[in-house]
């Protein structure tokens, strides 16, 4: 009898797929980053005439770098006050409806930053069909009050609020009620409560959560790209990426330099929000959430909160529907002169449309298909057959997500600008690239659900398979696969969700040819062409609620916390 | 006619010996405990007999054959036995039939001998109206019974039950146990039987491995381990009982009722020979060793009390009546037994 099948491998050599798939992992994810360092620190020994000399010098750099600081710290604290401020909310009080009002709120993250920042343009300015329609319209020719640092803050406030809510949520819904019962019985007053045990308890979710919305203001491009470039106002990722488009790969040098002063920060910042995210240790099984009662006011609360959804997500949406059906911009919407045109011109006409269409469906099913295949095997192999160096390569998987996308993108131009070494095939130019970066980006996203799942799945299932004589890939097909896949599924989805918008890394990778939908709405806003773009943009959110809600029913099996806007 | 035989079996998790020199000689057919505090190897044991751990040191053998040793280890699934998990292990994407059937299937058996071979199984433990059920939709006890009834599908050799009770209510585990035995009584199988809980250890096993940090301290019947427990752990590990330390040795480990009130009238506080005397060995009587009341438990058919001897040590025993706190009373111990150490 031979050695073939043992229970646990700890004294085992680790088999030729696990190096395979870790193989690729390493390709995918560590290369690109690795690159992009070697690149910035290329000719560092030539001290003043090296290229991170030279940006350092810049002060283009200072600026940009001041100003991304300046718009992500007043976008921080915006998302702060509104995400902690409506966690406490709605996680805390009696209020109904909270999965709508959940649902509701997470929106704004799902929708891509350059439709958000469209719809808003929509809403406010002169040209605005909305503000036209109710006759409340500034005078033509008045500057657009979004071109400005303030403008980019807002937008990102409002688009980064739903990742501190959802940090503040957690921390809020794990609080046990005894606990509170138990500060109400030693004498506590409602606000008392509030100040001496809810507010210490989820103060590190706050924290976090602000870690986290600051790194995603910081490596927003979409807003300060829509907003920020007609006024010259520039952050650090798009004087990147205008640096690439003015300069091209001539540039290559002193723009990864930039890229990595930006990959830094951003490290820092995911550092902090890794620091905070370390629990309280809770005693206790978590009992039934906290929900203290509004009493006679809780339908003025309700108000109050449709009152803000109303104003942070259904005015901006109204005035990119109102923008998609006039007749051409500037003309003021009314029943009679409503126009369709828009709609058809992106269903039939105009082939650049379709084929981005195209494009970004094949890169997001592609990149979400083999992700979950990715993601799969690598799960088990990390669960279950643990080695210390495993969670070194689970950071890793984080790293390409949490940079910033540009800083991304530059590390892929950089890594496929030659053709790739022994076949010979150029990805650059392709949509091959942005199908590779893709992967990198998002193989954290397509994980998280599929690891939660997999941690929770008791090993005992797979020994009970194991006892009736099953082998390694029966219990994988029989047992594993089968009760993985919801949350492989959920991860598929969460990819294709994400991918199929996509912005920041396909505005410096796509070639003509190979747009995708996130470029086309820019290009098309950035070329003038308001309402087939606001037409585009009104399919896109569409499409992503009819996908938040098949994942809400998918989701419904599945462990805590797979899906973000489900408890 | 020992048949599972583990020989000097070591498992060690880093520099820890979680399992340390090992030996058992399990007669087949018989009903084993592994019983022991928790952390004490029992189901560390309970896996390398079914193969998911591999061992550092020694031999596990099955009826002559080899399963386990230096360069060698028979893979799970080619054992022929079978488990009772802790947490049950039931498959929550099959429902009761699947489960039950899922080794059946693996072996080849199809269409109707695979129906009657799992409708015997499931009928053996009165569930063949719940065959469509998914395991969720069952009590805890149904469970554990749906567990069962896929351990006998497959006829092991062996069957390991992991604290197969821990996670059911006071109320089942009695009719539980009594499955358990009518099941061992059925299969004809050896029962290898992991628990902490020495009263179902006691009232299940033909024989019982106490197990203590990794060794074993005493391999017994249940009626010797409660009457002659080897050592000072055993003894308080087991039943109830006060270890009273006397000044002299002794000769015999046996004693009787005038030996130890001989023992304890003459040569008390001391610690040369540790002496178990169990509580309902003690009777309350006119003469004998002064004892003070200290606390009284009411146990609805008696009470029971610990008081201290005149050196400071306490004793257990029982009596009928009520007894005053601080109260002295006189007592006549009947019998007890020397300890080793």
Redesign the interface.
Known sequence: ?T??????F??QTIQWWVWGLLFVIFVINVLPSGRLLAEALSDIAQAGQSSFWKVLNAPATWQATWHSFYTSMLATTLAVVLGAGLAFFIALSNIRAKSFWVFMFMLPMMIPPQVTALSWLQLMGPGSALLQLLGVAPALGSPQPLYSAWGIALLMGIQHAPLVFLSVRTSLLVLPKELIEAARLSGASQSRIMLDMVFPLCKNGILAGAAIAFVSALGNFGIPAMLGIPASYYVLPTLIYQKMADFGPLMLNEVSSLSVIVGLIAMFGVWVQHRFQAKIPLVGMPGKPLAFALGRSRIWCEAGLALIILVILVMPLMALVTSSLVPAIGVVLTMDNLSFSAYAQMLTGQGVTWRAFQNSMLLSVGAAFILACLALPLVYVVVRRPRRFYSVVLMLIDVPYALPGVVLAIACILLFAKPIPVVEISLYGSLGIILFAYLSRFLTVSLKPVHSSMMQL?V??E?????????LT?RWR??VF??LAPAAFAGFLLVFLIAVNELTVSALLWSAGNETLGVLIFNLADGGETVLASAVAVSIVLMIAVLMICLSVVGRNLPKGVIPWRN | MAQLVLENVSKLFGSSRVVDGLSLDIPTGSFVALLGPSGCGKTTTLRMI?????LNQGTIHVEGRQLAGPG????????N???V???Y?L???MNVMDNVG??LK??GIKAEAYRQQVFQALETVNLTHLAERAPQDLSGGQRQRVALA?CLV?HPEVLLLDEPLANLDQHLRASMEETFRAFHRRTGATFIYVTHDQAEAMALADYVAVMNHGRLEQWDTPEQLYQYPQNTWVARFIGQGSIIYVRQKTAERSLTGDNVMQLLSSSLGSSQQAVLIRPEHVRVAATGVELQVLSRVFKGERYKYTGRLPDGQEMDFYHQGRLEIEQNVCVQVQQAWALLD
């Open positions: 009898m050695n073939s099948q043992p229970a646990t700890k004294n008791d005992a299932l020994e009970a398979a194991q006892l009736c004589g099953a082998s029966r029989d047992i089968p009760l | 079914a193969g998911f751990e591999q060698l280890h028979v893979p799970p699934d080619k054992r036995m079978s488990m998990f802790q947490s292990a498959w929550p994407h899922y080794a693996l072996k896929r497959s």
